[in-house]
Every structure is written in structure tokens, then in C-alpha cells.
């Protein structure tokens, strides 16, 4: 679990360009939108589309996102139990 | 006015089609993509052959669909608006596209550097060709000619431009509208924003899945009024007020209270003279995402209060056109107008929880002196016209 | 008809043009087929989190808006224009590439967005909070001048008294294989000051950004004044003197009276007679100056030229890199720009000193 969330922590900062913000920088529990890293709603789209390609995972709807990109907590733990890849 | 659509081949055929309740969505045949079973689109059923064929031009000649979805459009508006010689007068042309050679660009992206056979388009990528090519088929000569590109206002602001031109003195005529074909760039663009519907739209309904993609294009002609008496020319309709203005809100999304739609609704109002109890009828951009009809919606509520105007969206007939959505809605606007009947906004169930607007969902008639259409896009840019009987 | 002015300037362009206070004092030479902008330190003006998605267009359009806008020392406008020929086609190079070579799949918005061709303006107006007139002018090398006349009959008509206009164009590969592929863009490189006798066909490419405030007051920062500007979607080399003429006269202006004519020449021996054709005949006797070998050709080049005209209208000054001929005037007062793109899209733009 903590090498996904590591691995997470990589792929974000990768995908999202957040060229500024270091692995160590983000806690496992910090909000990854609003106040803690700032992402938006076009950050949780590159996030859906993330899930399906790395991890097999499929949502249908953007609202969907919002509980499981709480933080890299919830996000590591819906793909352990969700992931088909 | 010219226009062709999913659901007609000229502003007739787009009415009859409208009041007898015959939508043009279905799914795709004209571009093989693979989620073909997961959309539906609003397709114009001519072939690119037959528009050629249509418009008198070789086959071989390197025309991009907007160009010559335009070109019919245009060429009709000239017609329909008695044009004997398009040059006897200062005349301009403002369209309004997005996608303009993008079709040909995606079909040829890799093949140019394989053979020569498609190098024709390869400068019908940028925007401004498909218009050029439209003004040369209209032989348009030493004219303001240009390209407005504000994605799904584009054609609205067009025709807020060249009425404004007008009254400037700029110009005496000027053909005013926008084109956009269907393709792959567009429909995986809006797929990955998840708001393409896998069904029949359903604008302004509690349980919309978000957009159908269409293809349109449409013009209309207008002409100063100096020009219309030297003439003594009938006039459909006049463009009464426009406004256009900023959600600044985010890049795709419109905000929550609908700041932008607001704005321009009250610019329009004003250049127009006209109280908001003046509207009869307006023809909303209603695109049925989640986003946009309550943005919409909730900016109608601020402008009306507890007197919204009849309202529908005609996007369950034709889909979502983007640049050209403007320009068929400026000629549904003036139909209506023309007929006194309000279009009906088809598959509308269920009011959404947020308020109570309720579409007009069967056809009304009624006797309409002014009809306002929105048109909002991407940028946050938001813009409407209003269009009356009477000067 | 009320006077309209630029107030203020920004540009980045293939020369150092980000720093007001200097003006072609260090020309950058290229030997090329296609020449990029000189970056300026987007650090300093754009913060990382709202940097992280932009495309270089937007960039360099940020870069130069906010030059411009701090020139006037004004925090918003009432309106923002801005004329591209292309968008920011970066982005839409690596979308369209990404549909084909993934199939349609694992697509992701971000591409998509900074396609839309108003972009720029779009974001622009969401850094400054402009709720105003947005509009994007989006026709080849008379995007910016549309967006000009945009400009200047809104502030005519008191719609507005503050507006943010400038054009942008990026550089990038596909594009630039694929025009040379026909011809558009040249073959073989070129070194920049030879340009004008390269002798063959084609440009030399380029890309850049330039934004102006325009007002129908004068502010201190002030730099020159639009008088008129006209667009023809044709117009044939024969017909080019009558219309210049024509266009002159509708602002009381004698040919004879421009102090300097500021020529789109691109070293493309199939399209340059256009210019020659007033070089030789109408403006055989006044000073003349070119460009496009500082910047390169692009569709929104001419944002350059009218920096360009600006720059030399408030200094007073002529820079020898851009001299056509050996004319010159004591003071400079009025300056006509006048360029097209392969036979198409011309336009004509007056400026005064004032």
C-alpha cells in the first residue's frame, strides 16, 4: 500500500506537470483538491482517465471522482480494492 | 437566412422538421470511431461529394466539410436574400468555426508525409480557410472578410460583430453565421470532459447525461437600413440587441450562478431598449450537460425572477453544433418570429431539483414580437441576441 | 471620429522585445527555415500552479499582456481581443497525434481545452477577472487587425475605454513539416538579414505574441494613435494603389505626407512583388522598413510590425535593422503598415505620432 501511494505521489505530480511540489511534499492524507493541492476539475478528469489506463479502473461519472480523489489515502485504497491491472 | 442541419437542408425543411417533433440525432455513419456505439450525433446526411456536387465544384478540389457545409449555407442566405451581385455594396463576411480543417487534418495527419495526394489541405488547417474559400465560391472581391472563433458563441458573436459593423457604417451588407463539421477531434474532446450523452439529449431535464455533438451551418444576410429602403426590400427580422461578456469563471465549466450569461442577457436587454418584460420567447443554449443548464438556467432566474419567458433548447433536435449553434438558433429565432410558434424542447422529463423551470416541451403558438438566444462556449464566453419584429 | 489610442505595449518575440526600455538595440541574427521567440523568464510572471497547464501561446501571450497592462498602469480592461492564426496548435498537434496513436483511448482533457482558439483570451480574462467583451479573431494574417478594428470601433462607440488587444502564434513541428512539404515554408535555411534576396520560395517561420492597451483617452505611457485600418479579403497587385489611396484619403491622408511605410516583405520571391509594387511606384521616395527577418513569418506577425510602428513612433527613432532604403525624415509622424500572405488577406493600417 505505502509503494502505491508513493507511486501515486509520482504520477500525479507526472500527469498534473505540478513541477514545483516534491513526492515529500504531499501527505497521505492531505486534500488533493481546494485548499490542499489546489487540483480542479479538469485535474480529476486527467485523474479518471489515469485510473483506467494504469489501474484498469472505469468510472462512468466525473462525480464519481470526488469521494475517491480525497487524498492519496482514499485514491490508494479504491484502487487496491477496485484495480483489474 | 440559410442553413442546413441534422433535421434540414434549408430554413423550411429546419421548421417543419421543428414543429412536427423530428429530431435528427442518431448514431454516427460518416466517421469510423470507436466509440460509435457510446454516442449519438446530429449528422447532416449529405455526403462531401454531394455537397461538392451540390455547390457546382471539382471533386478533387481540397475543401474541408466546414467549408463546404458553409459554402451552401452562405450561398443560400446570398439567394434567399435577393443578392444579385454581391459586390454592388460594401459587403463583408463573418463566420464563426472551431474546428474548421480539422476534419481533413486528422485524416491526413500522418499520410502527408507518405504521398502527396491530400497535400491540398494542408493548408486548410487554420480556421480562416474555410471562410476564405466561402467568400471566393460567393465571389466576395477586396471585402472585409474574417473568422470569429470563440468556441460554441461563435457564430452568435459573428452576427453581434457584423450588426454592429453595420451600424457603425462599416459596411452595408454582411453575411453573418458560422460552420462546423462533425469529427474525431471534437467528439474525443468532449469525451474526455464526460459530458457526451450515450442517448437522446435531454436539455434542462433532473436527469440529463450531457450533450449530443452536431454538425450545422448557417448564415443569415444582414443589410443597413439605407440599403433596405434603396431596395425596398422585405425584412425577416431585426437584430435588436446583443451582448457578449466573461464568465471568468474556469476554462470549460460556466460558474454556478451563471455571472457571464447574466452579463450578457443585461447588455442585450440594454442595446435593445427593451425591459425584460419585453421577451416572448427565448431560445436557450441549453446543451443538457449538467454544468451548462444549471449555469443557464440559474441566470435566467436572476435576469426574469418569477417571469421567465416561454423557453426552449432545440439541441435535442439538432445536437450540439458549437461554432454554428449561434447562427441555426439566430434563424430558429427568426422562424419562430416569422411563424408566431415557439419550438418545443423535446425529452424533457423531470424538472431539476435545483428550481422550478420547467421548457416549453410541446409546440406553442403564439404571437411573438421579440425572441433572445443564448449562445455561451468554452473561455467562459457568453453571448446573447435578441431579435424583433420590429426595428 | 474620436481619437484612438495605444497606450501601452508587450511583446515577446525572436528578438529581446520583452524589456520596454530597450528598443532593437542587440538584434538577434538567425541562420534558418523557422525561428523561435527569445523566452523572457515566465517564472517572474506567471506563478508555477497557474503555469503548469499553459500552453506556450498562452505564455508568452500572458507575458506580454501583463507588459502591456502594467505599462498603462491599469488592473483591468473593459474588453480583451485577440487575433490568432492558429491557436495555440501545440496542443492541438499533440491531441490529434494522441487520438491516432492511442486509438481514441486514454485521452485526457487538458490537450482538447488549449485548442480552443480562445483560449488565450479566455484566460487572460480569468487572471484579471474581465468579465467584459471577449472575442477571438481567428483568420490568417488578418487575425490581429480584425481584432484591431474590433477594438477601435468599440472604443468609437464608447463601448469601452480600455481594451487588451494583441495577436499570438506559436511555432511547431508538424505544422512546419508539414508546410515545407508544400512549399510554404523554405527549404533550405537562410540567414536572417539576407532574407530579401534569398531567392527562393517559401518563409522563414516564426512565432511570438504581441498585446497593446488601447484607449479613447490618453494615458502618460502613450505611444502613438490609431487613425484607420481596413482588410481585403483579395485584392490584386494592380488594384493595391488605388486602394491605398482610397484608404488614405477616407483619413485625409496624402500619400506623399506618410513619414514611414512599415512593408510585411517575407523573402518569398512568388508573393514579395506585392510590396515591390508600392516600394517602386507610391512610395518610391519615402522611408520604408521591413521585419519579418526579426520574427519570422507567422499569421499574427503584423502584432510585430504594429509594435514595431509604436516603438518607433514614441522614440523617434529608426532602427537601422529594419531600414529598406536609404530614406529618412527628421521626425516621424505618420507610419502605414501594409501586409498579405501569399496574395490573400491584406491589410492597411495608419498610425500617428501623438
Known sequence: MSELKQELKEKIIEQLNLEDISVDEIANDDPLFGQGLGLDSIDALELIVMLDKDYGIKLADPKEGRKIFESINTMAAYITANRTT | ?391 | MKPIYINSIGSVSAQKTYNNREFLTDVVSYFDTEIRVIDPDYKQFIPPAAARRMAKGIKMSTVSSQIAMTEAGLENVDAIIVGTGLGCIGDSEKFVSAIIDNNEQFLTPTRFIQSSHNTVAGQIALGIGCKGHNFTFVHSSISFESALMDSKMMLENNEAENILVGGVDELVSHHIDTHKLIGHIKKEPVATKDLLQSGTKGMIMGEGASFFVLSNKKLPSCYAELVAISTYNTLSKESLIAKVKSFLEESKTLPETIDLVILGNNGDIEFDHYYDTLRNDLFKDTPQAYYKHLCGEFDTASGFAFWLANKILKTQTVPEAVQLNQKSKPTTGTVLLYNQYRGENHSLTLLRRC
Open chain 2, 1 to 391: 437566412m440559410g442553413v442546413l442541419s441534422a433535421i434540414g437542408n434549408t430554413p423550411e425543411d429546419n421548421h417543419a422538421s421543428l414543429i412536427s417533433e423530428k429530431a435528427g440525432i442518431s448514431r454516427i455513419t460518416k466517421i469510423d470511431t470507436i466509440h460509435k456505439n457510446e454516442i449519438m450525433v446530429g449528422e447532416i446526411k449529405a455526403t462531401n461529394a454531394e455537397l461538392k456536387q451540390q455547390l457546382g465544384l471539382s471533386l478533387d478540389l481540397p475543401f474541408s466539410r466546414t467549408a463546404l457545409l458553409g459554402a451552401v449555407a452562405a450561398a443560400q442566405a446570398i439567394k434567399s436574400a435577393h443578392v444579385q451581385d454581391i459586390n454592388d455594396c460594401r459587403t463583408g463576411l463573418i463566420s464563426g468555426t472551431t474546428v474548421g480543417g480539422m476534419d481533413k487534418s486528422e485524416q491526413y495527419y500522418y499520410d502527408y508525409f507518405q504521398n502527396d495526394r491530400h497535400w491540398g489541405h494542408i493548408n486548410g488547417l487554420h480556421a480562416g480557410d474555410s471562410t476564405q474559400k466561402i467568400a471566393a465560391y460567393l465571389g466576395l472581391e477586396e471585402s472585409l472578410v474574417t473568422t470569429i472563433s470563440t468556441a460554441c458563441s461563435s457564430a452568435a458573436n459573428a452576427i453581434m460583430l457584423g450588426t454592429r459593423m453595420i451600424k457603425s457604417g462599416l459596411l452595408d451588407r454582411v453575411i453573418v453565421g458560422g460552420s462546423d463539421c462533425l469529427c474525431k477531434f471534437t467528439i474525443n474532446g468532449f469525451k474526455t470532459l464526460m459530458i457526451l450523452s450515450d442517448t437522446h439529449n435531454t436539455p434542462f431535464d433532473e436527469n440529463r447525461k450531457g450533450l449530443n455533438l452536431g454538425e450545422a451551418a448557417a448564415y443569415l444576410v444582414l443589410e443597413s437600413e439605407e440599403i433596405v429602403k434603396r431596395r425596398n426590400k422585405d425584412v425577416l427580422a431585426y437584430v435588436k440587441g446583443y451582448g457578449n461578456a466573461n464568465d471568468a469563471f474556469h476554462q470549460t465549466a460556466s460558474s454556478d450562478d451563471g455571472d457571464g450569461a447574466v452579463l450578457a442577457m443585461e447588455k442585450a436587454l440594454k442595446v435593445a431598449g427593451l425591459n425584460k418584460n419585453d421577451i416572448d420567447y427565448i431560445n436557450a443554449h441549453g446543451t443538457a450537460t449538467p454544468n451548462n443548464d444549471l449555469s443557464e438556467g440559474r441566470a435566467l432566474l436572476r435576469i426574469f425572477g418569477k417571469n421567465v419567458p416561454v423557453f426552449s433548447s432545440t439541441k435535442a433536435f439538432t445536437g450540439h453544433t458549437l461554432a454554428a449553434a449561434g447562427g441555426i438558433e439566430a434563424v430558429y429565432s427568426v422562424l419562430a418570429l416569422q411563424h408566431n410558434v415557439i419550438y418545443p424542447n423535446l425529452n424533457f422529463e423531470t424538472p431539476m431539483k435545483e428550481f422550478d423551470l420547467i421548457p416549453q416541451t410541446q409546440l406553442k403558438e403564439k404571437k411573438l414580437r421579440t425572441v433572445l438566444s443564448n449562445s455561451f462556449g468554452f473561455g467562459g464566453n457568453c453571448s446573447t441576441l435578441i431579435f424583433s419584429k420590429e426595428a
